[in-house]
T-cell receptor
């Protein structure tokens, strides 16, 4: 089944403790992206990648890192999480660009206390 | 600065009637627009899209209209069904730019279709 898989689905952590949210897609898509969803703000793009080793900042990249060492994986790294990063995170992938639309994962609910 | 705005947080319609969801944008460089649908505990799913060279695109019960001069697009669902109850996001991008991975979303509108 074609899908974008994120792990974990739920995570509660403490301020300052480094964490990684994994994302993997099995569709051989070139484009991958991370979004966060917050009430009243919709979906905001954190980072995106157009291919292996090619990444760029979205609208809210502060406090996040990403890497794209292989085509299928696009992990999101929070080096020192803070409570304002409590959010619902979505990973997404796309075949060759926006005209095909992004396929989204099921989300990761992160709480930073 | 919210470049894509959905000013109605919620909409309630009766089953069988038309649902109209609206979206405004500020960036005149946007040339590709998409609508996504999201159920609770799931990721958004792609619904329909439209290029700026068109003013209408239809797919079954869903039609998207684009008014470039007003920087406005709308999604029409006819007839509305209870299963359409979800959060709807519009999104915009600039195709053909070096940032074709960049897709900007609005805040979302929660649609409730009553039986």
């Amino acid at each position: 089944e074609a899908q974008v898989t994120q792990n974990p689905r739920y995570l509660i952590t403490v301020t300052g403790k480094k964490l990684t949210v994994t994302c993997s897609q099995n569709m051989n898509h070139e484009y991958m992206s991370w979004y966060r969803q917050d009430p009243g703000l919709g979906l905001r793009q954190i980072y995106y990648s157009m291919n292996v080793e090619v990444t760029d900042k979205g609208d809210v990249p502060e406090g996040y890192k990403v890497s794209r060492k292989e085509k299928r994986n696009f992990p999101l790294i929070l080096e020192s999480p803070s409570p304002n990063q409590t959010s619902l995170y979505f990973c997404a992938s796309s075949e060759t660009g926006i005209n095909y639309g992004y396929t989204f994962g099921s989300g990761t609910r992160l709480t930073v206390v | 600065d919210q470049q894509v705005k959905q000013n109605s947080p919620s909409l309630s319609v009766q089953e069988g009637r038309i649902s109209i969801l609206n979206c405004d944008y500020t960036n005149s460089m946007f040339d590709y627009f998409l609508w996504y649908k999201k159920y609770p505990a799931e990721g958004p799913t792609f619904l329909i899209s439209i290029s700026s060279i068109k003013d209408k695109n239809e797919d079954g019960r869903f039609t998207v209209f684009l008014n470039k001069s007003a920087k406005h697009l709308s999604l029409h669902i006819v007839p509305s069904q209870p299963g359409d109850s979800a959060v709807y996001f519009c999104a915009a991008s600039v195709l053909g730019s070096s940032n074709t991975g960049k897709l900007i979303f609005g805040q979302g509108t929660t649609l409730q279709v009553k039986p």
